[in-house]
């Protein structure tokens, strides 16, 4: 088989090594992938991931079996629904239900509707309304863009001054664009945060190893939101009892909200969770894997990737039994010095060739130069993950090899996965 991935990130890498494992796939082809990814797949860099008419015909004309639309950017302009027009069964939402996650108003609207606990909420399309709403507020708060805003249209102001501040950048200065049109000002949650990313056909649902992300560019969670600086899995405050709280009243009821909306939801679907003293809430969604969850979540999958993923097209996912290894795993986030704000790049990476079996390195924010040299070209550079039986054994792994692996201003967080150890302990 001949399988094309669009995007090209850590996740899109860590999606493209696991369906490597399948015999029957011959060649996989990333649009437009990156420096490392093209150690295991045909990069091509000149269609980017929104170039959605030239992945159309690029997937024509070279005989595409089977495609994996990774990004929310695609899948919220409708890249499944144009591959599906051509015959190209792929797996990912359409543009509909894509809307679970490309915006805000939509998802938080849907969960009213439908008794989904979430966070009380408000929205407004008028910068005033929504400074005088502020005004009667109490802090802190959440204000979030209502589209797409690589995952940084979310600020949580302390007070009055940060919150009308924030509501200027977003809809006054458009910080993120038309993403700012429309806000959601919502309740601030407390609690362990928990994401679960799951894979369903519309009416299955398996969920997936659950994770803990580290969104803070700083050691004990301070600084800047990022992408993510590293994850873990499993998540230790994901206990049984939580978990079927989550699929009688989050998981099942979401997918039954959506058939009911006429927009079912088949692909990917991410649960970001706050495990509230009032029980499990929704903080978002995601219509797609999330980056750097999946990089900790597939090395832990023991059904074939393509198996499950072909289920899902094929609305059979109630028929197979999704197999999950014993053990965690750990991602460590290499970044350039500076993220989540300015940065340098073409800086040179040296990776060793002797790592251990049970460490991968994902690629994320890197290039080949022209001499060939692997160099750094984004923000989060790499994605350093282990595996082992417990959860100390494969963070200490991870950051062993990530140690070892060398470029100017490398910059991760030496505390990931330090609650995670606090809560098995506790």
Known sequence: MNLLVVGGGGREH????????????????ALPGNGGIAADAVCVPEIGAKDIAKIVDFAKSHSIDFAVVAPDDPLALGCVDRLHEAGIPCFGPDAKAARIEASKVFSKNLMKKYGIPTARYEVFDDPARALAYLRTASFPIVVKADGL??????????????????????????AFGDSGNEIVIEEFLTGPEVSVLAFTDGTAIAPMVSSMDHKRAGDGDTGLNTGG??????????????????????????????????????????????????????????????????????PLLKTDLLTVMRAVKSETLGDLTVEWHDGAAACVILASGGYPGNYPKGKEITVPEDLPGNVTVYHAGDK????????????????????????????????????????????????IGKRALAALEG
């Open 149 to 174: 805003a690589l995952g940084k249209g979310v600020l949580i102001p302390q007070n009055l001054q940060e919150a009308e501040a924030a509501v200027k950048s977003i809809m006054e200065d458009k």
């Open 229 to 298: 600086m590293g994850t873990v899995a499993p998540n230790p405050c994901y206990t049984p009892e939580v978990a079927a709280a989550c699929m009688e009243k989050i998981f099942l009821p979401t997918l039954a909200a959506m058939r009911a909306e006429g927009c079912p939801f088949k692909g990917c679907l991410y649960f970001g969770l706050m495990l509230t003293p009032d029980g499990p809430k929704v903080i978002e969604y995601n219509c797609r894997f999330g980056d750097p969850e999946t990089q900790v979540v597939l």
């Open 368 to 415: 080949l130069a022209e001499d060939g040299k692997l160099v750094t070209s984004g923000g989060r550079v790499l994605g350093v993950t282990a595996v082992g039986d417990t959860l100390e054994s494969a963070l200490k792994d991870a950051y062993a090899a990530a140690e070892r692996i060398a470029f100017e201003g490398k910059y991760l967080r030496r505390d």
């Open 14 to 29: 860590a999606i493209i090594k696991k369906l490597k494992e399948n015999p029957s796939v011959n060649t996989i082809y």
